[in-house]
């Protein structure tokens, strides 16, 4: 624990007064996120207005009728853990020696000095000049609007964390700090050496990986197991040479069970925690619950997951964990149970969230006991792992019943119409494999959990649940008839049970729908069409990922009318089970300027193609497929091509690279279909990598 807060030389009562003080300011920060139940008592949910008053987040996010702001997650970097401190102690020395010499190692200069730390992502540049400056600094957007008059006639020291490219310095940074007072530092992070070069630094600091000691050392104290067991794992070997000493690396392999983000949300929003002061409906509450998770991020209290530069989830740390369980006992906000209790004794009467975890109940280890688990005033109930799931009789005022991978017989739903409170009802992985009728008596239910279930068919009174906001089915539900009668639904994942010529006309009831993931079967060129149609209707959708049984190649009446899409917010689009003849117009970045990942086959692949979709500004993983036109040899992708963000390339076209395209790509994925590529003359395949240190020449055989 002590790593937390000190290097290895600091007193001990210093240490733990630090701890204590790190410790106190966690919990307050976590007092003030604890988000609020909303103040009125309509038929959405009732709860204590006194407790939307005593806790008060409203003024921590923005509000609903507001514009959007993009929340820049890099700012967690500045907050660091206690295993980001490993190995921290002799580069930190190093950088602050650097820092207290003057220019040209003068001490009494009074001349700007700037110092760069070097080195790839991952390797902890951000968490080493916070070490070295101890400060926390303004995020960049305010750095640059308040940099000028904030620094006027002081003397100062200032961190410059990952610059990409040394125009940003002489164009904007740099001029902030022309006029400001001689003798300050600047220390300035970049992962390239020559931007270094480019911005006249007077002294370069190369970040080294850990070393081994320190990659074992790192990765014990995040997974809790002692070093004496990892020194002759071979598996634990294996993936700190992956890792290669890269502290994000082992830190990602170390870290919690994934938590998804959406779910998250709806959890929330089913115990009347998400709160808006707006009448524009369901969708309001799901965006007021995402602001509360980029809080959440903000503070440290959570570690973002992104896929595609799409945030999906979080991780939350141990020390967290423990703390946020600490104060929920405090206050009676939950009880938690789990398989190291013998014996579990809960308040009589008092318990509003219970949560079991991890507990069997087995002749070889003795049975667990439960005193009196009706509990009347209880709005939630979860359990994950567990045969002891209680009956759902004993909670009459139930808001969330939430199970995950727990033995309950096929009958315990029987009486589930009996919670006319119930919001959130998740059966994950408890292979119940029928839903009874009465769910449809559930008419405030929001959210339905079905998947690794093995349910096959929904039952006709769910069309009457108008408040249905998330659906998510298993890989067996088949899609009803008459789906688009629940129009608020916001959330929608069905997989093969979705097909025909009705899911494809129904999808486009469904205006509302944010998130779209749906495996269809489509049988002919009418219902293609039906399904373009479809999506050209979801204007407010935000991820559509549309996978085919097989691959569908549409032909060229289909796309008359061409496909249209209305949906200016949408960041996910995933079409690639979908061969169409040509680009489809309305993927441009006028029309889609929020895209972060796209996923497109085409029937011929223009150069001009490349040159559109290179012009999506936060465009960060891109597959893309389909053969050039006759008579050309390849697509060339250049410097002036765009695609300056993309991060992530999968592709299986003729694609050829000149330098400086793609400047911040880091994964490529490169399909070959030998047949396609060889010529029969030099069995040769020039990608014309030109600085790729991976290869520049691949030749089959």
Request: glycine fraction near 6%.
């Amino acid at each position: 624990m002590a790593a937390l807060t000190r290097s290895h030389g600091d007193n001990d009562d210093d240490s733990l007064a630090r701890w204590q003080s790190g410790f106190a300011r966690a919990r307050r920060s976590w007092l003030a996120m604890r988000l609020p139940p909303p103040s009125s008592t309509s038929g959405n949910g009732s709860t204590n207005p006194g407790r939307h008053e005593r806790y008060r987040v409203d003024h921590l996010v923005e509000k609903t009728h507001g514009a959007t702001s993009t929340i820049n997650l890099r700012i967690s970097a500045l907050l660091k853990k206690a295993s980001d401190l490993i190995g921290i102690d002799e580069p930190r020395d190093t950088v602050i020696d650097m820092l207290s010499q003057g220019k040209n190692n003068d001490k009494f200069s009074k001349k700007v000095k700037i110092v760069c730390i070097v080195g790839s992502g991952g390797l902890g540049k951000t968490t080493l000049a916070k070490a070295a400056a101890d400060t926390m600094g303004l995020t960049a957007d305010e750095l640059i609007i308040r940099i000028c008059e904030f620094l006027d006639g002081k003397r100062w020291f200032i961190v410059v964390d990952d610059i990409w490219d040394g125009k940003i310095w002489v164009e904007a940074i740099e001029q902030a700090f022309v006029a400001s007072n001689p003798g300050s530092r600047i220390i300035v992070t970049t992962r390239k050496s020559e931007v270094a070069k480019n911005i006249g630094v007077d002294e370069q600091y190369p970040i080294q990986p850990l070393s081994e000691g320190y990659s074992k050392m790192l990765l014990s104290k995040i997974s809790g197991i002692e070093d004496k067991l990892l020194d002759h794992d071979d598996v634990v070997k294996k993936i700190l040479d992956k890792c290669d000493g890269v502290p994000l690396a082992i830190t990602a392999i170390a870290k919690d069970d994934y938590v998804d983000k959406n779910m998250l949300i709806w959890r929330w929003i089913a115990e009347g925690l998400v709160h808006t002061e707006t009448e524009n409906g369901n969708n309001d509450l799901f965006k007021v619950g995402e602001r509360y998770f980029h809080e959440l991020i903000s503070r440290c209290l959570i570690q973002p997951i992104e896929d595609g530069g799409v945030l999906v989830g979080c991780h939350v740390h141990d020390f967290v964990l423990h703390l946020i369980r600490e104060l929920s006992r405090e206050e009676d906000f939950v009880s938690v149970l789990d398989g190291e209790q013998r014996s579990l004794s809960l308040p009589q009467g008092k318990v509003r969230r219970l949560a079991l975890q991890n507990i069997l109940d087995t002749k070889n280890r003795g049975t667990v006991k439960v005193d009196d688990l009706r509990m009347p005033v209880a709005r939630s109930f979860n359990a994950m792992y567990t045969n002891m799931v209680t009956p759902t009789d004993g909670f009459e005022l139930l808001r969330v019943l939430a199970l995950e991978y727990c033995w309950v017989k096929e009958d315990y739903l029987k009486l589930i119409g009996k919670l006319r409170h119930l919001r959130y009802l998740g059966l994950t992985g408890t292979r119940i494999r029928n839903l009874p009728e009465e769910v449809g008596h559930l008419k405030f239910l929001q959210t339905l959990m079905l998947h690794e279930t093995g349910i096959e068919e929904l039952p006709r009174s769910l069309e009457q649940l108008t408040q249905l906001m998330c659906l998510r089915g298993d890989e067996k539900t088949r899609v009803p008839e008459w789906i688009g009668k629940l129009t608020s639904l916001l959330e929608l994942r069905m997989y093969p049970g979705a097909e025909g010529k009705c899911f494809v006309q129904e999808l486009g009831k469904l205006r509302h729908i944010r998130v779209l993931k749906a495996e269809i079967n489509l049988k002919d060129e009418g219902e293609e069409r039906d399904l373009l149609e479809s999506l050209s209707k979801l204007e407010e959708a935000e991820s559509i990922v549309v996978s085919t049984m097989g691959v569908i190649k549409l032909r060229e009446g289909v796309m008359q009318p061409i496909l249209v899409l209305n949906c200016k917010n949408v960041r996910v689009l995933d079409l690639r089970a979908l061969i169409f003849p040509r680009r489809p117009a309305c993927i441009n970045a006028q029309d889609l300027p929020e895209l972060n990942k796209l996923s497109l086959c085409v029937g011929v692949l223009e150069q001009d193609d490349v040159q559109i979709i290179g012009m999506f500004q936060q465009l960060l993983d891109l597959s893309i497929s389909g053969p050039v036109p006759d008579g050309c040899d390849s697509i060339i992708v250049s410097s002036e091509a765009g695609f300056q963000n993309l991060a992530t390339l999968s592709y299986s076209a003729n694609i050829k690279f000149v330098a400086g395209a793609m400047p911040r790509l880091e994964n490529i994925k490169l399909w070959i279909n030998a047949y396609d590529v060889l010529d029969v003359r030099n069995h040769v395949l020039d990608l014309d990598w030109e600085t790729s240190t991976l290869f520049s020449k691949s030749r089959l055989s």
